[in-house]
Nanobody, 119 residues
Framework: QVQLSESGGGLVQAGGSLRLSCAVS????????IGWYRQAPGKQRELVAA???????NYADSVKGRFTISRDDAKNTVYLQMNSLKPEDTAVYYC?????????????WGQGTQVTVSA
C-alpha cells in the first residue's frame, strides 16, 4: 500500500499563490507517476499536473504557465506551486500516485485539500 498526505491548501485572493505538498510513504516503486487532480463542486475530477519518475511532465491547458509541479524523490514529496490563482481554480485538490510497472499497475489517492480562490 501507498499512503499520500496532502497539505498546503487554503483561502487566497485572486492573483495570489499557494504551494501544495504531497508526502508519499509506504510500498513505493521506482517507476511511477505522481500527479495532482482537482474536483470542483458539480464537476468531474480532472488532471491538473503530473510528473513521472522518468522525467515526463504533463499539465492541463488551463494551468500551463501558472502552475509548476516538482518532485523531490529524496524526500518522497511532490509539490504543486500555484501562481496567479483564479476563482475558477477553486476545488479540492487530490494527490495521485500511479504504479507504472506494466504487470503491477495500480493507483492511490490522497484525502484531498481544499483550495479556495476569492475574487
Amino acid at each position: 500500500q501507498v499512503q499520500l498526505s496532502e497539505s498546503g491548501g487554503g483561502l487566497v485572493q485572486a492573483g495570489g499563490s499557494l504551494r501544495l505538498s504531497c508526502a508519499v510513504s509506504g510500498r513505493t516503486v521506482s517507476i511511477n507517476e505522481i500527479g495532482w487532480y482537482r474536483q470542483a463542486p458539480g464537476k468531474q475530477r480532472e488532471l491538473v499536473a503530473a510528473a513521472s519518475s522518468g522525467g515526463r511532465v504533463n499539465y492541463a491547458d488551463s494551468v500551463k504557465g501558472r502552475f509548476t509541479i516538482s518532485r523531490d524523490d529524496a524526500k518522497n514529496t511532490v509539490y504543486l506551486q500555484m501562481n496567479s490563482l483564479k476563482p475558477e481554480d477553486t476545488a479540492v485538490y487530490y494527490c495521485n500516485y500511479k504504479v507504472l510497472i506494466p504487470w503491477a499497475r495500480s493507483e492511490y489517492w490522497g484525502q484531498g485539500t481544499q483550495v479556495t480562490v476569492s475574487a
